[in-house]
């Protein structure tokens, strides 16, 4: 019984490895910090007071939480088959300008049909796209890492052809001064399209909350597809499957799961997520697409993925995590006028990720040692 | 008091979960044969893998030629004269056997360059001296198993090894290779070497060592010489009890012919050919065993009727219904059973529970899925049921698979697979790694079986088990059934030379 | 029309293509015949090409620029031979920390050291422009050829020395032996007092070194500024270059001249046909893909790439 004890104590260790990866990551900022010839501390308590130090704070965190939720979930849906989707970038640009189009395009229709055909829409293009890597993978065995990078690109440059495509007209403001459009974006969706700011929520509430504010009811949906993909895991005949191809595609075989089916099913949930990012920031923030709308999300989901140990929970917390530091990061960089540049934070999320898979092996190692003397 | 060649003191290794090696002392003569037997896990190989330096003990010290040594690394083995022949070769497929046999010791020329034309020269040399005849030019992965064996030894001697370290060497050779391969092993001693041969077939210590060392779970139980000692005795110290060499089999009851493959063919995953124009029947109530040396189309022809492969002509019938190439999960649900013959890639999921396991395969069906999602109080009652009546160990239901033993994970593969009454029950290599207790356990099953009426295809590497479980056993060579015969008027000989292809004229017995 | 295209021109551009990817391709062949996937390529490619401006433009001399950027190529293998030997984590995660990592790390330094994301070159490698022979006058072609390969930059010339040397060393040498043989059966390397870990670690550096002074052509020879993500997958598609060539370095050599042929032909052809420029863009991309799918069947990784060597298996 005393070995139980001892057992437990080392599997909490386990639980709480990414806590570990970012002290570490933190200290390694700290002495970056220090390098640059600032002080540490004021810059940590900076990021954090104003980041979750208040309720604006808070709102803005979880805007930029919602999508490292979908991209994040993007990646560990897919690991729990096997599956590295590296992908999430291009899925979600497919999905998002996908529901884009619908949005700007049936413009007739009520907000009750045209907001879930957007969502749908933005959650069907990515899973198409995903969909490609899948069927390579199922059918001929091309590696799914090399591929999904691959169709990262080839998104990049569908989007921005179809993007001219549907080119918005400049501005009056704009033609006055005759500037040109740098990025360029479509026309913006039908207000039918868009979802809701959690501002009249609060405000309805009786609670205070800026108007300003851009969290919006995409975080929900967030959410509920994290639980989404939890149930699908865990408790479905589904997530059985996909499970056990992930662990061991022979036994899979062997007890008459469909291998190559299952494959292709993850790739699409999994890039479904990622197509469901347009749901923040298109549907509820910038109402039409810009082609550099977003950089680096589907990567940073990768990372928001390794540090939740690949669980839906542990994703939601890793993105809220990244979203604090995000947003932290850029209050900062205008804190100190520039001389902590907010990229900064993408070194401590390498970081982090570094220090995750290598303390995971660690705690791994020390576990297996302990229990030799059990 | 004849000159020691090498002295282990007080080994001892410990694994997570278990103590390999529990003090251990060795003591081996030169230039004697020297037994080391025991069950699976007993520690053997343990032993000799600290010996060659490939783990580190945790305490204990090595003598050789009297003097201490500190075995860090294979290379200090090697520079000491010990080499070592693996039960699964060290031998690296694409390469040559002449840069197999150089890798680490390379001849070199203009300081820089690999001299082969200097490695093959000496490769010739050493074969010959063996009385081998051995192509240096020719890639490990088309020549035989018998073949690569020999390659081994040859790899030791190009190192000036001393001591020879035969790690279970007969357990992929024929009876015929086996006789060969003990004649070079007494020339071996001739010229002076050493040798220790790992090994749990005791007819085989007898025949050809000096002395007997036992091991049974980490711990040395016995040093005998051999002429002064019998099977009997070695086999209690081995399992630590009487051992009942033969199952008691009831007699025959055949019911009618219940399936039937008809000219059956399929590739292997080159494309080529491995099951070729193979036809046979079994009966209700009967076992049919096929021996042969593994990769001789065995894994291929259970896979196809298994549906994990394709035929690529002929039928394979279960009670007049056409079942070629269904799927696996078409073939599971016309109750086909299946032990595969790789446990931990095929048979389980190491990460997932008992629990878990004990449902693939099923688990898409009702009870255990039901609407939208998995039932768990049914799942779990399942599993509860399962581990009590095989006697699954440890029984908590929620046990992630890899942490229990290979007798364990047997149990929890039989249970699945009888549950649920199964027409026809294929079982490839079915105690391969097993202690005694588990392969006895795995064998009373499968009479049950049979016993109860059931069709059983057996296929074993093992000759002992084919003839002790066997109705009638099938001899495959090379994708074809050479020859099917009556296990009562055959013996271990004659099915050793049908599964090398040479075929007898005295048969003993044929059956159709 | 065929000649318009195919002119001594297309062909320097295609050798210019296919410079990097070859390099950052051979940087694969030397990891993965190891055992070890290097997912890292890509930012290793970017970090060097990073570092040959910033270490060009602070000394003035592009040779230090060269030199750090294989330097740089090094020490991210090591992060990777840390990570994935030592403490035997999953191959491919680690390269994609890398990959984030350098994405990173270069906009920070770019940030910190230059207050922008776009850095020109201050100074750039010389034409080595090599003694013309006589031969070839008859044919206008074959003269620009021979006048087009007589005044290459000096990495071109190494790019072709390294990878006949990377063939002896690999198929030639007891290090080239044992190096693949600890990538097929480690467990045999090791019963022959082979360091499996020394041996890994010297080829997960070598590949970063090469990746190294891939990025450090691109930044410097191509472009003559570094800007951000400017390696634009080049890593992958090296990988895939390495697969089609059957993770031998002639092999992944050709891979990479068809994807600077592909990509130098898609360029031509824009000025022909009206295509859209984004789809002249996927071009390289499309064809990485296309390759690899090519590629299954025929080309066999080596046995034990991408599993983690674990001496004690207990």
Same mark, same amino acid.
């Given at each position: 019984?005393?070995?139980?004890?001892?057992?437990? =104590?080392?599997?909490?260790?386990?639980?709480?490895?990414? &806590?570990? %990866?970012?002290?570490?990551?933190?200290?390694?900022?700290?002495?970056?910090? $220090? &390098?640059?010839?600032?002080?540490?501390?004021?810059? =940590?308590?900076?990021?954090?007071?104003?980041?979750?130090?208040? @309720?604006?704070?808070? /709102?803005?965190?979880?805007? @930029? %939480?919602?999508?490292?939720? +979908?991209? /994040?979930?993007? *990646? %560990?849906?897919?690991?729990?088959?096997?599956?590295?989707?590296?992908?999430?970038? /291009?899925?979600? =640009?497919?999905?998002?300008?996908? #529901?884009?189009?619908?949005?700007?395009?049936f413009t007739s229709l009520p907000a009750i049909i045209l907001i879930p055909l957007c969502i749908l829409t933005a959650a069907a293009g990515g899973a198409l796209w995903a969909a490609i890597p899948g069927i390579l993978k199922a059918k001929t065995g091309v590696h799914e890492v090399i591929v999904t990078i691959m169709m990262n690109w080839i998104a990049s440059s569908l989007t921005f052809f179809l993007v001219l495509k549907f080119k918005a007209t400049a501005t009056e403001a704009m033609e006055a001064v005759g500037a040109k459009q740098m990025i360029p974006h479509t026309i913006e969706i039908a207000e039918a399209a868009r979802l809701p700011r959690l501002y009249p929520i609060f405000n309805f509430l009786n609670i205070d909350f800026p108007a300003y504010n851009q969290v919006n009811v995409s975080f929900f949906i967030a959410i509920g597809v994290a639980v989404l993909a939890y149930y699908i895991l865990w408790k479905t005949n589904l997530g059985y499957e996909i499970r056990a191809v992930g662990y061991s595609p022979l036994a899979a075989e062997y007890g008459g799961i469909s291998v190559g089916k299952n494959i292709i099913l993850a790739m699409m949930i999994s890039g479904a997520f990622a197509g469901l990012v347009g749901t923040n920031e298109v549907m509820g923030f910038k109402y039409r697409w810009r082609q550099d709308l977003f950089t680096g999300l589907g990567f940073n989901g990768i990372a928001v993925a390794l540090l939740g140990k690949n669980h839906p929970l542990g994703v939601v917390l890793a993105a809220i995590l990244f979203a604090i530091l995000n947003y932290g990061g850029a209050i900062v960089n205008i804190f100190t006028e520039g001389r902590i540049p907010r990229e900064l934070i993408m070194v401590l999320q390498a970081v982090i990720v570094i220090f995750v898979v290598i303390s995971d092996e660690v705690v791994k190692r020390l576990i297996r040692q302990r229990r030799k003397t059990v | 008091m004849p000159e020691i060649a090498l002295e282990m003191k007080d080994i001892t290794k410990r694994f997570p979960l278990v103590v390999a090696n529990d003090k251990v002392n060795f003591t081996v003569y030169k230039g004697e044969i020297h037994a080391l037997v025991g069950e699976n896990g007993a520690g053997k190989s343990t032993l000799m893998s600290i010996l060659y330096g490939l783990y580190l003990a945790n305490s204990g010290h090595i003598f050789i030629n009297g003097k201490k040594v500190n075995i860090a690394n294979p290379k200090v083995a090697i520079n000491l004269k010990i080499g070592m022949v693996h039960q699964h070769f060290m031998l690296v497929p694409p390469l040559t056997v002449a840069e197999n046999i150089i890798l680490g010791m390379e001849p070199i020329k203009n300081n820089i360059f690999i001299d082969m034309e200097d490695a093959t020269k000496r490769v010739e040399e050493l074969s010959k001296s063996m009385g081998f005849k051995i192509d240096p030019k020719a890639k490990i992965e088309n020549i035989s198993v018998g073949v690569q064996q020999r390659v081994e030894i040859i790899k030791v001697l190009y190192r000036g090894a001393e001591i020879l370290v035969m790690d279970e060497p007969t357990a992929v050779l024929t009876p015929q290779e086996v006789e060969e391969l003990f004649e070079i092993l007494k020339s071996l001693k001739k010229q002076g070497k050493t040798i220790i041969f790992i090994t749990h077939k005791l007819n085989e210590v007898k025949d050809l060592s000096d002395r007997v060392t036992v091991m049974r779970k980490g711990k040395v139980v016995g040093v005998k010489n051999t002429k002064d000692t019998n099977q009997e005795e070695i086999a209690s110290m081995m399992v630590g009890r009487k051992v009942i060499f033969d199952i008691e089999k009831k007699p025959l009851n055949l019911g009618k012919t219940a399936f039937k493959v008809d000219k059956l063919e399929a590739l292997n995953n080159k494309g080529l050919p491995a099951v070729k124009n193979i036809s046979f029947e079994i009966k209700e109530g009967e076992i049919l065993g096929f021996a042969g040396v593994e990769g001789n189309g065995q894994t291929e022809l259970v896979e196809v009727i298994t549906g994990l492969r394709s035929a690529s002509s002929g039928k394979i019938f279960l009670y007049d219904s056409d079942i070629t190439n269904y799927s696996p999960r078409n073939i599971r649900e016309d109750k086909i059973a299946h032990i595969p013959e790789d446990r931990r890639q095929r048979g389980i999921i190491s990460e997932y529970t008992l629990a878990e396991n004990l449902i693939l395969g099923s688990h898409y069906r009702p009870p255990y899925n039901k609407g939208l999602s998995l039932n768990f109080t049914e799942i779990n009652h399942h599993a509860e049921n399962l581990i009590k009546n095989y006697d699954i160990r440890p029984s908590d239901k929620d046990n992630l698979l890899k942490s229990l033993s290979g007798g364990n994970q047997q149990k929890v593969i039989v249970a699945r697979e009888l549950y649920g009454e199964p027409k026809l029950l294929i079982a490839a290599q079915p105690t391969r790694g097993l202690d005694v207790g588990s392969i006895e356990f795995v064998h009373q099953q499968i009479l049950n079986e049979r016993d109860k009426g059931k069709i059983i295809l057996l296929i074993s590497a093992d000759l002992e088990e084919i003839f002790s479980l066997s109705d009638r056993i099938a001899v495959i060579y090379e994708g074809k059934i050479v020859d099917v015969l009556d296990p009562k008027k055959t013996d271990e000989k004659e099915i050793g030379l049908l599964m090398t292809g040479s075929t007898t004229n005295n048969k003993l017995s044929k059956v159709k | 029309m065929f000649g318009d295209i195919f002119n001594a021109q297309f062909f320097s551009s295609s050798i210019r293509v296919a410079i990097p990817l070859a390099l950052a391709g051979l940087g694969g062949v030397f990891s993965e015949k190891s055992g070890v996937i290097n997912i890292g390529l890509e930012g290793m490619i970017l970090t060097g090409a990073f570092t040959a401006i910033a270490a060009t433009n602070f000394s003035g001399n592009p040779w230090v620029g060269v030199l750090a950027a294989i330097m740089v190529g090094m020490l991210l293998g090591l992060i990777h031979a840390v990570t994935c030997i030592t403490f035997k984590a999953n191959q491919i995660v680690s390269g994609v920390a890398i990959n984030l990592f350098a994405s990173g790390i270069t906009v920070f330094f770019s940030w910190l050291l230059f207050g922008e994301t776009q850095i020109m070159a201050k100074s750039s490698l010389p034409i080595w422009g090599l003694p013309l022979p006589n031969i070839g006058e008859g044919s206008v072609f074959v003269r620009n050829l021979i006048v087009m390969f007589a005044n290459y930059s000096p990495l071109v010339y190494l790019t072709i020395i390294i990878f006949v040397l990377s063939h002896i060393i690999l198929f030639k040498t007891p290090f080239g032996l044992r190096l693949r043989s600890v990538g097929e059966y480690p467990q045999a390397a090791d019963t022959m007092g082979v360091n499996i870990v020394k041996m890994r670690y010297i080829a997960v550096m070598t590949s970063g070194a090469l990746a190294g002074l891939a990025g450090s052509f691109l930044s410097?020879?191509? %472009?003559?500024? +570094? *800007?951000?993500?400017?390696? !634009?997958? @080049? !890593?992958?598609? #090296?990988?895939?270059?390495?697969?089609?060539?059957?993770?031998?370095?002639?092999?992944?050599?050709?891979?990479?001249?068809?994807? !600077?042929?592909?990509?130098?032909? #898609?360029? @031509?052809?824009?000025?022909?046909?009206?295509?859209?420029?984004?789809?002249?863009?996927?071009?390289? =991309?499309?064809? #990485?893909?296309?390759?690899?799918?090519?590629? $299954?069947?025929?080309a066999t990784p080596p046995a034990a790439d991408g599993i983690p060597y674990e001496k004690e298996i207990g």
């Open positions: 019984m005393k070995s139980i004890k001892k057992f437990d =104590y080392y599997t909490i260790l386990e639980k709480i490895t990414p &806590l570990i %990866a970012v002290i570490i990551a933190l200290l390694v900022g700290a002495v970056v910090i $220090i &390098l640059i010839g600032e002080n540490p501390i004021f810059v =940590y308590k900076t990021l954090f007071s104003f980041a979750i130090g208040n @309720r604006d704070g808070w /709102g803005n965190v979880l805007f @930029r %939480a919602t999508p490292l939720i +979908f991209t /994040g979930l993007t *990646v %560990a849906f897919a690991f729990r088959c096997g599956l590295f989707n590296i992908g999430g970038e /291009g899925q979600m =640009y497919i999905g998002t300008f996908l #529901a884009t189009w619908v949005g700007f395009t | - | 410097l020879e191509q %472009a003559h500024f +570094f *800007v951000k993500e400017m390696s !634009g997958g @080049r !890593g992958f598609i #090296a990988l895939a270059a390495m697969i089609f060539g059957k993770w031998t370095p002639f092999g992944t050599a050709g891979a990479a001249l068809l994807f !600077g042929v592909g990509e130098a032909l #898609a360029m @031509r052809l824009q000025g022909v046909l009206a295509i859209p420029v984004q789809f002249i863009n996927m071009v390289p =991309y499309l064809l #990485a893909i296309f390759v690899l799918v090519s590629a $299954i069947g025929r």
